[in-house]
T-cell receptor, first 114, second 111 residues
Framework: DAEITQSPRHKITETGRQVTLACHQTWNHNNMFWYRQDLGHGLRLIHY???????NKGEVSDGYSVSRSNTEDLPLTLESAASSQTSVYFC?????????????FGEGSRLTVL | KNQVEQSPQSLIILEGKNCTLQ??????????LRWYKQDTGRGPVSLTI???SENTKSNGRYTATLDADTKQSSLHITASQLSDSASYICVVSDSNYQLIWGAGTKLIIKP
């Protein structure tokens, strides 16, 4: 069965360290997204990609970067982790056709920045 | 500003009872409205997607309604089960296909 997997599921790091969260999907979807989820807030879009070598900033992109070298993977990098980036991060993918298609989410990566 | 407001924030009901969750939005014009179910520690899972021309959509015991005139949607759960305990999130897609997420309603089903 097709799926979307994230790793690591849990990570604790220190302020200033670089962190990369991996996202791998076997749906063969062109569209991939990274969200963060914090208590009391809806999911907030960090970065998204509509295909290989395409990346776009979302509403909360500062301090994050992504790259898309193939269809399956969209790693999220925190260049210099800050305590404000403590959150649960979700990767998602969808079929082409912009955001009218159903989103499929990974299980999430819980990041703690000390 | 485009916003999606959900009520109540949390709800506790007994197993077997029905419940209705509310979603009000200010997104205009909008492309579609979605409801997601998110179990604790898991990613959201889609329940329904409705365009502006659809009034009702069902998925098993879940029925979503949409009133595009009043910009309101509801999710009705019939004969609740313990597995329905989760957060339910309303999401509205604007005309640029950007998704605006509500903060969710946390539903607890007690035996």
């Amino acid at each position: 069965d097709a799926e979307i997997t994230q790793s690591p599921r849990h990570k604790i790091t220190e302020t200033g360290r670089q962190v990369t969260l991996a996202c791998h999907q076997t749906w063969n979807h062109n569209n991939m997204f990274w969200y963060r989820q914090d208590l009391g807030h809806g999911l907030r879009l960090i970065h998204y990609s509509y295909g290989v070598h395409d990346t776009n900033k979302g509403e909360v992109s500062d301090g994050y970067s992504v790259s898309r070298s193939n269809t399956e993977d969209l790693p999220l990098t925190l260049e210099s982790a800050a305590s404000s980036q403590t959150s649960v991060y979700f990767c998602a993918s969808s079929e082409p056709g912009q955001n009218t298609g159903e989103l499929f989410f990974g299980e999430g990566s819980r990041l703690t920045v000390l | 500003k485009n916003q999606v407001e959900q009520s109540p924030q949390s709800l506790i009901i007994l197993e077997g009872k029905n419940c209705t969750l509310q979603c009000n939005y200010t997104v205009s014009p909008f492309s579609n409205l979605r409801w997601y179910k998110q179990d604790t520690g898991r990613g959201p899972v889609s329940l329904t997607i409705m365009t502006f021309s659809e009034n009702t959509k069902s998925n098993g015991r879940y029925t979503a309604t949409l009133d595009a005139d009043t910009k309101q949607s509801s999710l009705h759960i019939t004969a609740s089960q313990l597995s329905d305990s989760a957060s339910y999130i309303c999401v509205v897609s604007d005309s640029n296909y950007q998704l605006i997420w509500g903060a969710g309603t946390k539903l607890i089903i007690k035996p």
